[in-house]
Structure formats: C-alpha cells, structure tokens
C-alpha cells in the first residue's frame, strides 16, 4: 500500500492539487483491515434496480444544470446530514444509500432542519445478511430493500462496525423506484434538480491519505471499490463533490472532491436516483 511520505512525493512529482495527510484509515489499513471497501461486485445487482417499479424512462425538463451544485448551501440552507464513520466494516453501500436518502427527505419535505438519521444497521444487516461486513453489499439490492421494506431510525437499532444479527424495527423512509444514470448531463440534471445521489468508485491506495484539493491518483495501485454519496459537482474544479463514511477526520471533514474521469465515477459506474417516500 501507498506511503504517506511516497504519496505527497508523487503529488508534487506530478504536480497535483491535492494535499496528502495523516488520517486513521490511511494508518490503519496497513494492518489488513478494509475499513470501508465493501462495495462488491457481483457481475451484476442481485434482485436490484430492474423491476417494472424501478426503473423509467428518463428525461428531464427546462434549462441545462447550473455548472457548480453542491447541497450543502443551497439557497442558504444545508441539506446535507452529518458524516458517520462506517469503521472496520464494508457497510459502505449502506451508509452512502442512507446519506441519500436523509438528504432527498429533507428535500420532498422542503426542510432543511428536519432531523432524520437511518439505520445503517437495518438497512445493511437485514439486508445484505449478518456476515455483511466481510462480503459487502450492491446498491440496487440496497435499494430494493428500501423499497420493499424501507429503513429505521438510527435510534431504534444503532450501528457498530461489526457484524451483527437482523433486528427488524418500524420504517420511517421508503424509496418508491429509483433510476440509474449513466450520462454526465444527466448526471448533473438529477443532483441539481432532485438532491444528491448514489454513486461509486474504484479506491486507489494514495486516498486513504487524502486531506483536501482535487484528488486524482498518484498511483495504480487499487485495493477495492467502493459506494459514495455524490451531493454536488463543480465544472470549474472540474470534480465531483462527495460525501464519504470514513469519519469527519479524512478529507475535508469528510467530504471529497474527485476529479472528473477519475475513480471510475463517471465512466465505470452509474448513479443511482432513488424518489423516496417519508412514511413517518
């Protein structure tokens, strides 16, 4: 795996615009553990994101996308919930799924204060199963639980990084179908007219160290793939804005700036749209 000392020596070799710095992913990963790899592919989604209910065709109205959004401020207000930490666990499919779809609550009810945190856990361990951690998950059978079942509050079965057995609690969100984008225009159209997105990434071993700036890789080296929250994107910088479930101390307070074409975001990848119901 990357060093620390090896990545910000690259960067500057390669004059890259991102600072590297110590964070605990980066110092714990050496020990063999993934802390947040989990997203497993499959060849394709089990059960997920192909049913009559789920998938539509997909036009959108009106002007082109403004080139910058970013759900942390718009018209003044945050949309966006607050960064969790998924641990030693490869719960990531999960938490990016939640992260989407407290913000798209927010959203269908037109309030930013509003306070929702989902079960990560009720989601992932009756979903994906108790031996989740290990095996990972994929996003359409993430959101065809959410859909057939819907998904808790944080409260009523909290998450620990750590295999745990299925607790079924009463629903508070449901997604009623979802699309799955593969252009960047409309890429774009959906975070700026409906809220932010589920998307993935292929991880290179240099971003465990990441602290800020737009990242590309330094490196070849990939050690797994991974599920993101996509809450925005900046044609200026040219990088997508992400919300990721490493803890507040990685990025920039959690957050991520990934450069466009990079990662596999928005070539190997599609986002995933999902319209939720708020049930209680």
Request: net charge neutral.
């Amino acid at each position: 795996m990357a060093r620390l000392d090896d990545v910000r020596a690259a960067i500057r070799a390669q004059d890259q615009a991102w600072e590297a710095g110590a964070t605990r992913i980066g110092e714990t990963y050496e020990s063999g553990r993934f802390h947040g790899l989990g997203f497993a592919p499959k060849g394709r989604e089990l059960g997920g994101g192909r049913g009559k209910l789920s998938q539509q065709s997909f036009a959108f109205q009106g002007a082109a996308p403004p080139r910058y959004v970013d759900w942390r401020d718009v018209n003044g207000d945050d949309w966006i919930t607050s960064v969790r930490d998924q641990g030693q666990c490869g719960s990531c499919v999960s938490f990016a799924t939640c992260a989407v779809l407290e913000s798209r609550t927010k959203i269908r009810l037109a309030d930013p204060h509003h306070t929702v945190q989902l079960s990560v856990a009720h989601l992932f361990f009756c979903g994906a199963g108790d031996s989740g951690c290990e095996d990972g998950w994929q996003i359409g059978s993430a959101l065809k639980r959410c859909r057939d079942t819907g998904v808790g509050k944080e409260d009523d079965f909290r998450y620990k990084p750590r295999n745990a057995r299925c607790k079924e609690i009463d629903p508070v969100v449901r997604v009623e179908r979802w699309r799955r984008i593969s252009k960047n225009d409309e890429r774009k159209q959906a975070l700026y007219q409906r809220g932010p997105v589920i998307g993935a990434m292929v991880v290179y071993s240099d971003i465990l160290w990441y602290r800020g700036g737009v990242y590309r890789p330094t490196t070849t080296e990939t050690i797994g793939l991974h599920a993101i929250a996509v809450i925005g994107y900046d044609d200026e910088k040219g990088c997508w804005l992400v919300k990721n479930s490493w803890g507040a101390a990685w990025g920039e307070g959690g957050f991520a700036r990934i450069g466009y074409g990079t990662c596999g975001v928005d070539a190997q990848f599609e986002f995933y749209d999902p319209q939720v119901m708020f049930v209680g």
